[in-house]
């Protein structure tokens, strides 16, 4: 009886094992069904572009620094460092739900309370991945539509155009109707069901109406210089024009920090104290470095600092 062995990926049968990168190997263009990886992200036509080996990749990782001899806040920077940025090409390079990421980010979170010390109930600090999906949406469409290769931008705007005219049933929509598209609205032809095409544009549409809620992100287009801006009316006013487009992912950013910071200090207990301690960076200094701190004091300081110590006039926090 003859048993077969495991199947090659296309580019080892055509070029015995070699990478077809080599210089040495032999080229084949791919057929349907079949992908090459490409910094982490399934690559191909017509195939399944979710990097489900990346992010399992990502928790194993996770889970090798958590049972590594690292002190805890070298754990804390590892996965700030090595695991978080992995990422974000992820996000903008493929269509990933966030279902998918919610898994992987309670298990962040899970494991940050522990090295930090302070009950599950407690506010860890961490930015969910979610909230990544949202920013590198937005970030992604915008650089498609400023992008310096004409040619990549040509067709990223009839894309978007074709969307925003199956959306509102007419062709030939203006740019202010694409502005408005993207920023969410819900009024007149826009309020239509149905009719909408799932992409990239769709996506931005969904993720800015999310930003929308707490910091009033919009698209407009500029008639005076015909380009497309994006506004954040939020507590910080910003204007995004192509010329500044890398500043768009580190203030979507700031502003989705500025208000978990805000929430946190609207705590009735873990708020009170947080607004003091955060007020001096002194306070702070040995978050990521640990500089002059004993692990005893670690395991403490940051139970004190969400006023989360056990005590007997706080029995809520002994479950």
């Given at each position: ?34 992908f090459?990886?490409h ?6 036509f017509r ?5 489900s ?12 620094i ?12 590892a ?46 600090g961490?930015m969910?991945l979610?909230?990544?999906?949202v ?12 992008a ?15 969307v925003?005219?199956?959306?509102i ?14 920023s969410g ?13 799932r ?11 999310r ?8 698209w ?8 497309l ?11 995004i024009s192509?010329t ?32 003091a ?28 600092r ?5 005590l007997?006039?706080t ?5």
């Open positions: 009886m003859c048993v077969a062995g495991p199947q090659l990926p296309w580019w080892k049968e055509a070029s015995g094992g070699r990478s077809p990168y080599h210089p040495g190997g032999a080229m084949r263009t791919m057929e349907e069904g079949q090459y990886v910094l982490g992200i399934p690559t191909g195939v399944d572009t979710k990097p080996e990346t992010l399992e990749r990502m928790a194993e990782q996770l889970e090798a958590n049972s590594s001899l690292l002190a805890p806040w070298q754990k804390l920077n996965v700030t460092t090595f695991i978080l940025p992995q990422i974000h090409f992820i996000l903008r390079g493929s269509y990933v739900h966030k279902g998918v990421l919610k898994v992987l980010g309670l298990r962040i979170k899970k494991l940050a309370k522990q090295w930090l010390n302070i009950p599950q109930r407690a506010s860890p961490i969910p979610q909230d990544l999906v920013v590198a949406t937005i970030v992604q469409a915008y650089r498609m539509l400023t310096g290769d004409v040619l990549v931008r040509r067709i990223a705007e009839g894309q978007l155009r074709c925003v005219a199956r959306k049933g007419r062709a030939n929509p203006t740019d202010d109707e694409v502005a408005e598209y993207l609205s819900l009024e007149r032809d826009f309020a239509r069901d149905g009719d909408d095409i992409s990239l544009w769709s996506r931005a549409r969904t993720a800015t109406r930003l929308n809620i707490d910091h009033r992100v919009v407009r287009h500029d008639a005076v210089r015909g380009e801006n994006i506004h954040t009316e939020g507590r910080s006013r910003t204007i192509p500044s487009r890398r500043l768009l992912e580190g203030t979507l950013k700031a502003a989705l920090r500025r208000d978990y910071a805000d929430r946190l200090k609207a705590k009735p207990d873990q708020g009170k104290v947080f607004r301690s955060s007020l001096w960076l002194s306070s702070c200094h040995f978050v990521r470095t640990g500089f002059a701190t004993w692990f005893c004091d670690w395991r403490f300081i940051h139970r004190v969400l006023n989360c110590v056990l007997n006039a029995r809520r926090f002994r479950s």
